[in-house]
């Protein structure tokens, strides 16, 4: 079945370095990929998304590119805030049978340091 | 536009006890998902309604079940509780077909004992 793995955690970096989560997936279909972020006590937000193969999501200071040849979607953003601390969770679903079923990874909790 | 709202946003019960838990989706929205989050399984689907009708459903007991109302407002219930059942259970409405995009509500923290 469809999958979603994404790097352990946590990460700690410091201000204004350069943060990269990698997740990978396993498909049979055609996913849609997400970035989900999850602050403390809330709930999860949608950060961004691509719908096909080369497609690149963006969304404050965050990206990700669909790569279909290594079925990846890695999230990146330049320099991180203390703000940024959460933990991000990559996702799919598959559009081709209609439904809204998302396939979430483990989570990665990242924690970032004045 | 407001956001998925859930109710109640605590909840704690009792081993063998029914709960039920609701959830008003973005408006014009008309698919909502539940999901449970916990610390060893992670983020699991449960089920999705789309129009009143469930279209997909997780693997989970026949204890755990839901509905949709014509309004698109859902409510999911949980039978003969166990401890086990401890967990955050989210709700998350789309926009309709196939996107698979979808927006959270807080969720409803409930704890069994």
């Known amino acids: 079945g469809d999958s979603v793995t994404q790097m352990e955690g946590p990460v700690t970096l410091s201000e204004e370095a350069f943060l990269t989560i990698n997740c990978t997936y396993t498909?049979?279909?055609?996913?849609?990929l997400f970035w989900y972020v999850q602050y403390p006590g809330e709930g999860l937000q949608l950060l961004l998304k691509?719908?096909?193969?080369?497609d690149k999501g963006s969304n404050k200071g965050f990206e990700a590119t669909y790569r279909k040849e290594t079925t990846s979607f890695h999230l990146e953003k330049g320099s991180v805030q203390v703000s940024d601390s959460a933990v991000y969770f990559c996702?799919?679903?598959?559009?081709?049978?209609?439904?809204?079923?998302?396939?979430f990874g483990a989570g990665t909790r990242l924690a970032v340091h004045p | 536009k407001a956001g998925v709202t859930q109710t109640p946003r605590y909840l704690i019960k009792t081993r063998g006890q029914q709960v039920t838990l609701s959830c008003s989706p973005i408006?014009?929205?008309?698919?909502v998902s539940w999901y449970q989050q916990t610390p060893g399984q992670g983020l699991q689907f449960l089920f999705e309604?789309?129009?009143?009708?469930?279209?997909n459903k997780g693997n989970f007991p026949g204890r755990f079940s839901g509905r949709q109302f014509s309004n698109s407002r859902s409510e999911m219930n949980v039978s003969t509780l166990e401890l086990g059942d401890s967990a955050l259970y989210l709700c998350?409405?789309?926009?309709?077909?196939?996107?698979?995009?979808?927006?959270f509500g807080p969720g409803t923290r409930l704890t069994v004992t």
């Open positions: 996702a799919l679903s598959d559009p081709s049978g209609g439904y809204n079923k998302l396939i």
């Open positions: 691509a719908t096909k193969a080369d």
């Open positions: 408006s014009g929205h008309r698919s």
């Open positions: 498909a049979t279909g055609y996913p849609s």
């Open positions: 309604y789309f129009s009143e009708t469930q279209r």
């Open positions: 998350a409405s789309g926009p309709g077909q196939g996107q698979g995009e979808q927006y």
